[in-house]
């Protein structure tokens, strides 16, 4: 038997007013977007925005439906409107922010696991990787230089 050791590293931004401008200005787009996301269910409001290689932002929300699980993830609306509108680009940054309607949300709030896997065949796709910023509503911004970082043991093509 053996044992082997995974770490991932973080950046912590205090707040958005540390952010370099141009993830401030990606962020901010993440907010706007996520208050028109589509979350009457669980009140749950989650903006994402990606920055493509081509200098194209794409934005998406969660968009809810009563009949679980139906819906989409902000992250993947975004993901795969890039992926059919923008082929062979690039993403080079995501932004993600969440928010309830029921309480202030201060921790960061990563990907969810169905996101991170579909983050995951895009940074292999493109053979680059994706930085990734994502915050509550207020507070601390984390950054991951990769989505490896947020899931070191990835499942994708070699596997199958």
Request: include cysteine; proline fraction near 6%.
């Amino acid at each position: 038997m053996k044992e082997i050791s995974i770490t991932t590293s973080f950046t912590i931004f205090e707040n958005l007013n540390e952010l370099p401008s141009d993830i401030q200005e990606l962020m901010n787009q993440a907010v706007e977007i996520r208050k028109k996301a589509y979350a009457p269910y669980s009140k749950f409001k989650v903006g994402a925005a990606l920055l493509l290689d081509n200098g194209k932002v794409i934005l998406g929300s969660n968009q809810e439906n009563a009949a679980y699980p139906s819906g989409l993830c902000a992250e993947r609306t975004a993901i795969f409107y890039a992926g059919s509108a923008y082929p062979e680009a690039k993403i080079l940054k995501m932004a993600i922010t969440a928010a309830s309607d029921t309480n202030q949300t201060t921790a960061p709030i990563p990907p969810c696991g169905s996101c991170r896997q579909s983050i995951a065949e895009y940074e292999i796709k493109q053979e680059t990787p994706i930085e990734i910023y994502f915050m509550g509503e207020i507070g601390e911004v984390y950054k991951s230089s990769s989505l490896k970082n947020l899931l070191p043991l990835m499942f994708d093509k070699k596997f199958l």
